[in-house]
């Protein structure tokens, strides 16, 4: 099976930086679209940001100009690099493969989380 592993996340101040990474094992001939998503304690999962195989990207309105993504296709990794963070953008954050194309038949997974805490 695919597997995605997230990590970088932890406690920042407000104006801080952090990169999350998030690496998919197991065998994948590609991926189409990796992504984050984040959620806070009773609110939904929401986009952050989503990048293609291509390079193109999209990105919530509350964090353009601040967060970046990007991705290394011959490793399977997708990046996050959150500058200027706001308390606003405490969350658990989570990364998704959209259109893995593998031996294993589903085509959608998710990491188990990585926790974001920014402080005021």
């Known amino acids: 099976q695919v597997q995605l592993v997230e990590s970088g996340g932890g406690l920042v101040q407000s104006g801080g930086s952090l990169r999350l990474s998030c690496a998919a094992s197991?065998?994948?001939?590609?991926?189409?679209?990796m992504a984050w998503y984040r959620q806070d304690s009773g609110k939904q999962r929401e986009l952050v940001a989503r990048?293609?195989?291509?390079?193109?990207?999209n990105y919530a309105d509350s964090v353009k100009g601040r967060f970046t993504i990007s991705r290394d296709n011959t490793k399977n990794t997708v990046y996050l690099q959150m500058n200027n963070l706001k308390p606003e953008d405490t969350a658990v954050y989570y990364c998704?493969?959209?259109?893995?194309?593998?031996?294993?038949?589903?085509?959608?997974?998710w990491g188990q989380g990585t926790q974001v805490t920014v402080s005021s």
């Open positions: 990048i293609s195989s291509g390079g193109s990207t």
């Open positions: 998704n493969a959209e259109g893995v194309i593998s031996p294993y038949g589903p085509t959608n997974y």
């Open positions: 197991g065998r994948i001939f590609r991926i189409n679209v």
